[in-house]
Structures are given as structure tokens and as C-alpha cells.
């Protein structure tokens, strides 16, 4: 392993270990880079090593959330389920760090705080917690867009007696509700998961509610053999078709090209329930205005809470699992049995938005003046989306600039995929890149292939530095703002505009402009010999 006494320096460092960390390695060494990963945790799978709550489950479907740069990978894993399990995509991770030999590479337990751009080597100097030290011509930062777990600092949260777990950071010893109270505070994608399987566990469970989501339901089930091997007869072409729809998934449902408001009474219902019969996230592309029309979307809104009307039985209850804003808004939630969850008896449902949390006590919460008891906590508050695990970075980029100075206005970057001020430092998944708008392999592999060819030029004319220019940057800026702004995406408080986060900047982060317009754009700035680059 390179670390401080090795005089070469490396071509690439990498942070982090999850997909996008194991692909760039892999593509790296590919392309004969001296290429290392450094990874804070104990082991790789990033997300999936993190995120190993009750019920945790990718909801993209397997078929589709999986690597597609290998056709032998791709024809010999085999997925069990519909939405692959926690532990399945963990071993996952697993199975490709070892086919592909990328152990040697890794150095797990390492966790980076610092890394400033060298003027004088052209590269980046990198130092771990502990002080060790490393150098590299490129950076290239996927840790992740969702991986600084947000926990809210509630008044007495330390006079809790009990256990408080985060969803987004979970034991690796198997934590055992039975015969135990349990609160859970949260009710975005992570929480709507844990919820039915926790209260299958626990003696009793009280949900403390701010929002309510929007679920769909998963449909989850076996991996259907037909399907698996209908898909693997041709799955290049299911990759091409899926990296040409808008969120780089779902092109086996057909797309709708009508508007929810043309139609009669009679067809909106019926391909509404057509959809939510298919579940999953296709549910909003029954229509093609339900994210463009507020009217188009109050319909499909209204139809979703008809169902939750339909599936909770106690009417009071179920009004408080409608939602108000707008559907897809906030991401929206694909799970099983969420709602009837809330028909049991010992499952109950506490707004804290009308009584907010006022402190915590010895054995449980206080809310609009009345204690709700509990043995043990579960934090399902969400990450520092996109920007979070950067900003706690001490990354300096030419002259010292520093990125909490930087983005101290919410995230700039070019291409979603550069920053300028920070030669050779890519970021894989980040903001202003289609990242979290789709399925984040695609994302990933999209990313690593373009960062490796860029190296590759570099290499070939002998250019020692890349940075992107305070223009194109500026023009990128304004691209993706603008991208967001015909769209509902920018009516309600969420994490893709920082809102979750007190303080945080309200800019809307990720680009709404599709997978394929995305990726067309990255292209074609390469295509022209990195238009918005300055290359030296
Ligand atoms: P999230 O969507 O941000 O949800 C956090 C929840 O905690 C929300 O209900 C939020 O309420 C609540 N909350 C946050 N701070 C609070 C506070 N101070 N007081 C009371 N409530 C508070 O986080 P997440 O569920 O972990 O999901 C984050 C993202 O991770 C998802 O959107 C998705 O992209 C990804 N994810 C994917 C999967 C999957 O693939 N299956 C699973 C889990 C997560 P408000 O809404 O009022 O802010």
C-alpha cells in the first residue's frame, strides 16, 4: 500500500468504497492507474454497509440496480427478490471487490480529513485521522451523496436511558426488539421500510411523524425465473434501454405521453391502479404532467390517499398518514404494507408536527405537553444529502480555497462532476449531476467512464492539471436551477433542497434534466476537447 514513505506518487486516490469507489478502482487499474481507495468503514458496499436497518432494501429493482460494465458479472449473479435485501447487496459489493481483485487496494478503517491541491506537484495531498499521508495527480471523492447521517441535536436527547439507533448508521451486532417499546422518529424512504418490520418485533411502536410521505407499494417478491432470464437472453439491451430513460431506469413500463387531465374520470382511475397494481416508482409516469401540472399531480396525490383511506382502518389515523404536498416532491417512498402497519393495535402513529417535540426524558419524549414512553430510539431523520460529507472535509483546493468557503452559498460545480478552483478532483454522484434522480449505477458507471477517459487524454497530450473555468461553471450553476424550475420539485421542504439540514443553503441540488440530456452534455463538453476545462 502507498502511504507517506513511497516518493511516487499515485495517479488516483479514491474515497470510499461503495459502488461508484469499487468501479473507479476497477476502471483505474483497468487503464494501468496506480489507483488506491481509502474507506472509513470497517468493510466495502458503502450505502449497503451502512444502512442495515430492519427492513432495508434497494428500491430500484435488483435486475436493474446492479453493475452493467460486465456481461459475465451480469449473467452469473443471481438476485432472490424483486428489491434485493440489505445483506444481499452487501454481499454483493462483496462478490465484486473479490472478482475484480480490488482488495489489495482498498484500505479499509482509513477515514480522510484532509486533502489539499499541491500547486507545485500538480496533485493533491491527502491525510487520514490518523495522520497518514498520501499523494495523488487525481482525486476522485465518492463518498457518497447520502452518507452523513443527519442527527437532528433534540432538546435532553443524552438524558434518554435507552438505546438510540440511526438508521443511516446501524449496528453490525444484530439489535433484537422483542418485548420492547420502541420509538422511531422519521418517516421518509428509510423509515417507511423499518417500520412494518419493527413493529413485527416489538411489543409496541410509536411512529413520531412531521411529514407525511407517499408510499407505493413495493410488490416485493421471488425474483421470477421467466423474467431473470428473459432479461439476461439480452441484457445489454436492457441496459441501453434503461440508460436512455429520463431516471435510467423502468424501461419495461410503457411511457405515457397523456395528460392526466384529458382524460375521463374512468381512465384516470384505471391507469392510476394499473400502475400502483405494477408499484414502484413507475406510479408517476401513469401520466406524463403528474411532475410538470399541479392539477395533473392533485390527481394522482388524491388517488394515493383514497388508498391509504382504504388500507388504515381508524379514520383519524389514516388522515394523518395523508400527505399534503405535492407527490413526488419529496422522493417518493416504495415499500410494503406501510399503511396497514398502522391497523395494529400496538402500532401508534404521534404527529409531531402540530405538537412538536418539546425534550426528551429518561424514558422517553415529551410532545404537545404529554410523555410517550419508550425503551429504545430509532433515529429515520435522513442524511446531509449531497453536500454534507464534503463539507465536513478539510478540502482545499488552488490557493488554499477552502470548499466550506466555496459552497458556502450551496454547491457550484461543472458537469456536476468538477469544481472549479479544485484541479484534478472529480466527484462522483454529487450535485449538480442526475446522481439521486436515477438509479445510482447508472449514475456511477456514467461517471467513472467519463472521469477514466478524461484521464486518458490527459495522459495521451501530456497535460499535467484539469481544471473546470469560473464560466462554465457559473453557466452549469444556472443550468441546474433553472432545470428545477418548471418543475414541482421546488414546492415542499426537502433534502434535495437542503431543507432538512437548520441552516443549510436552499438551493435545489441534484439536475432535473434527465439521464440522457445529462449524460449527452458531459459528452459532447469531452467531444470538444473538454469544453469548460482549461487544460495545463
Ligand atoms: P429522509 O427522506 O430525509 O427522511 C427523514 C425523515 O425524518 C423525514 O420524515 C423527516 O421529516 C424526519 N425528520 C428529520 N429531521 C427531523 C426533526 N428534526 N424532527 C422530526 N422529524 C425529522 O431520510 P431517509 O428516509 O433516510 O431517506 C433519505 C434518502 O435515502 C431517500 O430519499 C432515498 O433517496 C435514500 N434511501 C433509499 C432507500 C432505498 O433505496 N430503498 C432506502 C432508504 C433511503 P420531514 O419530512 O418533516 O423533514
Known amino acids: 500500500m502507498t502511504a507517506s514513505t513511497d516518493p511516487q506518487p499515485l495517479d488516483v486516490l479514491i474515497v470510499g468504497a461503495g459502488f461508484g469507489g469499487l468501479y473507479m478502482l476497477y476502471k483505474a487499474r483497468q487503464q494501468g492507474l496506480k489507483a488506491i481507495v481509502l474507506e472509513a468503514a470497517g468493510g ?39 428489491y434485493a435485501p440489505q445483506p444481499e447487496l452487501l454481499r454483493y459489493a462483496n462478490h465484486v471487490a473479490d472478482r475484480y481483485g480490488l482488495r489489495d487496494g482498498i484500505t479499509l478503517n482509513t477515514r480522510v480529513t484532509k486533502a489539499h491541491f499541491d500547486e507545485a506537484a500538480a496533485g493533491w ?78 411489543r409496541e411502536l410509536t411512529v413520531f411523524q412531521r411529514t407525511a410521505n407517499y408510499v407505493v407499494p413495493a410488490h416485493n417478491r421471488p425474483l421470477d425465473p421467466a423474467y431473470e432470464a428473459r432479461i439476461k437472453a439480452d441484457y445489454a439491451g436492457f441496459r441501453a434501454r434503461n440508460r436512455a430513460m429520463r431516471n435510467g431506469f423502468g424501461s419495461e413500463l410503457p411511457q405515457h405521453t397523456v395528460s392526466a387531465l384529458v382524460v375521463s374520470e374512468q381512465e384516470l382511475e384505471e391507469r392510476l391502479e394499473a400502475r400502483w397494481q405494477i408499484g414502484g416508482f413507475g406510479f408517476l409516469g401513469a401520466f406524463s404532467d403528474l411532475m410538470m401540472n399541479p392539477k395533473a399531480n392533485a390527481l394522482a396525490a388524491e388517488f394515493v390517499r383514497r388508498k391509504i383511506r382504504a388500507a388504515v382502518k381508524d379514520p383519524a389515523v389514516a388522515e394523518l398518514l395523508c400527505p399534503e404536498q405535492t407527490i413526488g416532491c419529496k422522493r417518493l417512498c416504495v415499500a410494503n404494507d406501510y399503511y396497514e402497519t398502522f391497523n395494529q393495535p400496538h402500532v401508534k ?17 415529551i410532545s404537545g405537553g404529554q410523555e410517550h414512553g419508550f425503551d429504545a430510539l430509532v433515529l429515520a431523520t435522513g442524511f446531509d444529502a449531497m453536500t454534507g460529507t464534503l463539507m465536513r472535509l478539510d478540502l482545499r483546493g488552488r490557493g488554499g480555497l477552502r470548499i466550506q468557503d466555496k459552497w458556502a452559498g450551496g454547491p457550484s460545480n461543472y458537469l456536476g462532476l468538477t469544481i472549479a478552483g479544485f484541479p484534478n478532483l472529480f466527484n ?20 467513472v467512464d467519463w472521469i477514466t477517459a478524461c484521464i486518458a487524454y490527459l495522459d495521451a497530450r501530456g497535460c499535467r492539471t484539469i481544471t473546470a473555468t469560473e464560466q462554465a461553471e457559473a453557466q452549469w ?15 415542499c421542504n426537502s433534502w434535495y433542497l ?31 476537447d473538454y469544453k469548460g476545462f482549461e487544460l495545463a
Open 428 to 447: 462522483i454522484a454529487g450535485p449538480g449531476s442526475t446522481s439521486v434522480f436515477t438509479n445510482v449505477i447508472v449514475a456511477i458507471e456514467h461517471h
Open 125 to 202: 495531498q491527502v491525510q487520514a485521522e490518523d495522520g497518514r499521508q498520501w499523494q495523488a495527480r487525481f482525486l476522485v471523492l465518492a463518498s457518497g451523496p447520502l452518507s452523513t447521517p443527519n442527527k437532528p441535536s433534540f432538546p435532553g436527547l443524552e438524558q434518554f436511558a435507552g438505546p438510540v439507533y440511526h438508521t443511516g448508521h446501524w449496528p453490525h451486532e444484530p439489535v433484537d426488539f422483542s418485548g420492547q417499546r420502541v420509538g422511531i422518529i422519521g418517516t421518509g424512504s428509510s423509515g417507511i421500510q423499518s417500520i412494518p418490520v419493527i413493529a413485527a418485533q416489538a
Open 477 to 491: 450553476v444556472d443550468y441546474v436551477n433553472k432545470t428545477a424550475d418548471g418543475t414541482l420539485l421546488l414546492t
Open 498 to 528: 437542503g431543507a432538512n439540514i437548520p441552516g443549510k443553503p436552499r438551493q435545489f441540488m441534484p439536475l432535473a434534466a434527465g439521464f440522457p440530456v445529462y449524460a449527452q452534455k458531459c459528452a459532447e463538453a469531452a467531444a470538444q
Open 44 to 82: 466495502v458496499g458503502g450505502t449497503w454497509y451502512h444502512n442495515r436497518y430492519p427492513g432495508a432494501r434497494v428500491d430500484v429493482q435488483s435486475m436493474e440496480y446492479s453493475f452493467g460494465f460486465d456481461e459475465a458479472l451480469q449473467q452469473e449473479w443471481r438476485w432472490s427478490e424483486r
Open 349 to 365: 402513529l404521534v404527529d409531531i408536527r402540530s405538537a412538536p417535540i418539546e425534550r426528551f426524558t429518561a424514558g422517553g419524549l
